[in-house]
């Protein structure tokens, strides 16, 4: 069975899991996929919105991280990360991942994530509203969000 893409998800990146990721137990420890995630949303947002990688300039911060593990992942693994705006609020947006292992047959749902990400003004050291134009581009790019 061919890998499908999840729903309402566009933007994808693929890893392939490293050596280092691994723990004692010969799987993925539970924090690399928080890095996976984290890949994701750089990726995401350079993609998407624009972003520059200068993060005194960038202007987010996360504010939340949540993991729903599935499966196990090991060395070697070929992964690809789904990521996807699912809220944009006026300081703060959610960015929704699903990791999925590559198989000889397709592929398999491993995780599901999701980051709460705040506008932020590293200057003032505050939160400020969504700047237009990242909320433009993301409404653009997502179906699933209301302009």
Same mark, same amino acid.
């Given at each position: 069975m061919p890998h499908t893409q999840p729903d309402g998800y566009r933007h994808t990146i693929m890893l392939t899991v490293?050596?280092?990721d691994v723990d004692a137990l010969g799987h993925v420890?539970?924090?690399? @996929?928080?890095?996976?995630m984290e890949q994701g949303r750089i990726c995401y947002l350079r993609d998407v919105i624009g972003a520059s990688m200068n993060f005194q300039d960038f202007g987010v911060i996360l504010a939340k991280a949540t993991v729903d593990y599935h499966?196990?992942?090991a060395f070697g693994d070929a992964?690809?990360?789904y990521t996807r705006c699912s809220r944009l609020g006026g300081k703060s947006f959610d960015l929704? @991942?699903?990791i999925y292992r590559k198989t000889d047959d397709g592929s398999q749902?491993?995780?599901h994530g999701l980051t709460t990400m705040v506008a932020y003004d590293y200057t003032t050291a505050q939160s400020i509203p969504v700047p237009d134009e990242?909320?433009?581009r993301m409404t653009d790019y997502e179906p699933i969000l209301e302009a």
């Open positions: 490293r050596f280092g420890n539970h924090a690399k @996929y928080l890095t996976y499966l196990p992942l992964i690809i990360v929704e @991942y699903v749902e491993v995780a990242w909320r433009k």
